[in-house]
C-alpha cells in the first residue's frame, strides 16, 4: 500500500517505499517525535497514572495554528523501526499507564497495526487510543478495526472555507463527519471502569478558535443532532496563536471571555450532555487545560 499510497484523504498516490514524499511529507519510516505520560488529557483518558502517549512527526492537515508545530508541520523527530515502535508500547505499558495514546497518528496507520501486533504478542494490554485530526479514510478507518479501542478525533470546522484557508485542506467536514461516524460503528459509545476511565468508545474533540463562534457553533449543532446521546464532546478553550496564526488577524489573540460564554451557553441550549469543556484560565503564555465534568 506504500507503494502508491492513498492512506489518507489527499489520496497521494506517491511511492513511499522510495522514499518519495507526499502531503503529509511521510516516508515509508516510522517517524517520532516523543514518547511520554502525559497527565493533562480528559480526566477519562489521563486518570491517575496518565495516558502513554506516542507523538508521531508530520502530519495530513497544514493547520496555520498548530500548537505542535514543529512536529507536524516541522517533521521534528527520529525515525524508528515497527520493532522499536512495538517496544515503546510495551515500555510504556510497564511505566503503568493507563492507555497507549497516539497522537497523529494516520500516516503511520500500517505500520501501527504491525506494531500493535508485535506488541500484543508480548504482553500488551492496555487500550489503544487513536489521536487524530480527523482528516479520515474510511477504507483506512476499516484496517484499525479489532486494533483501536477508543478514538479521539477532532471535528474542527463545518464551515469548509475555514478548513481550506487554515488548514489547506478540501471538503473537511464531510470527510471527518463520515469518519467520526464509521469510528463509532467500530467502538461505540464511551464505555467507562469503575474508576472512570474510558475503555473503549469515542470521544470527539472540538477546539475553539476566536472569531469563529458560529463555526463552533454548527459543529456542536452537527455533533448534538448526528450522534448518539452517550458521545463525550470535549470544547477547547486552550487556543493561543503560534506558528503562522501570529500574522493573521483573525487569529492573533486568544479567546475572549464573551466568546467562551458564549460557547458555554450554546451547549447549554442545544442540551448537550456528555463530556467535558475547558475553564478559561490564562497563563503566562497559554491556557492551561482544567477539565469539568459537563452535566
Known amino acids: 500500500m506504500l507503494e502508491k499510497c492513498t492512506i489518507c484523504p489527499h489520496n497521494c498516490g506517491i511511492n ?17 517525535a516523543l514518547y511520554s ?8 483518558i489521563s486518570g491517575e497514572k496518565g495516558s502513554g502517549t506516542v507523538f508521531f512527526s508530520n502530519c495530513n492537515l497544514s493547520c496555520i495554528y498548530c500548537q505542535n508545530y514543529e512536529i507536524s508541520q516541522l517533521g ?26 497516539l497522537v497523529t497518528p494516520t500516516s503511520y496507520t500500517l505500520q501501527i497495526i504491525e506494531a500493535i501486533k508485535m506488541a500484543k504478542q508480548k504482553g500488551l494490554a492496555i487500550p489503544i487510543l487513536y489521536n487524530t485530526n480527523g482528516y479520515e479514510k474510511i477504507e483506512t478507518l476499516k484496517l484499525l478495526e479489532g486494533y483501536i479501542d477508543i478514538y479521539l478525533p477532532d471535528l474542527k470546522y463545518a464551515e469548509d472555507k475555514i478548513g481550506l484557508e487554515y488548514s489547506k485542506v478540501n471538503n473537511y467536514f464531510s470527510i471527518a463527519t ?4 464509521e469510528m463509532i460503528r467500530q467502538v461505540g459509545v464511551p464505555k467507562l471502569d ?20 458560529e463555526n463552533s457553533k454548527k459543529v456542536l449543532k452537527w455533533l448534538k443532532e448526528n450522534l448518539p446521546n452517550e ?20 487569529l492573533s489573540r486568544k479567546l475572549t471571555k464573551e466568546e467562551w460564554e458564549e460557547i458555554e451557553s450554546y451547549i447549554d441550549k442545544i442540551g448537550i450532555e456528555n463530556g467535558y469543556v475547558q475553564e478559561l484560565e490564562e497563563h503566562e503564555k497559554e491556557y492551561v487545560p482544567k477539565w469539568e465534568w459537563k452535566e
Open 16 to 32: 513511499r517505499l522510495e522514499r518519495q514524499i507526499g502531503r503529509c511529507k511521510a516516508s515509508d519510516k516510522v517517524r517520532i
Open 231 to 250: 458521545i463525550y464532546i470535549s470544547v477547547m478553550a486552550q487556543y493561543f496563536p503560534t506558528y503562522q496564526a501570529k500574522n493573521v488577524e483573525k
Open 194 to 213: 469503575d474508576r472512570g476511565m474510558i475503555k473503549k468508545g469515542v470521544m470527539v474533540r472540538h477546539l475553539v478558535l476566536p472569531n469563529h463562534i
Open 37 to 44: 505520560t502525559h497527565e493533562f488529557e480528559e480526566p477519562c
Open 178 to 181: 463520515k469518519a467520526i461516524q
Open 76 to 101: 521534528k523527530g527520529k525515525d524508528i523501526s515497527i520493532e522499536e515502535l512495538a517496544e515503546i508500547f510495551i515500555k510504556q505499558q510497564d511505566k503503568g499507564v493507563e492507555n497507549i495514546n
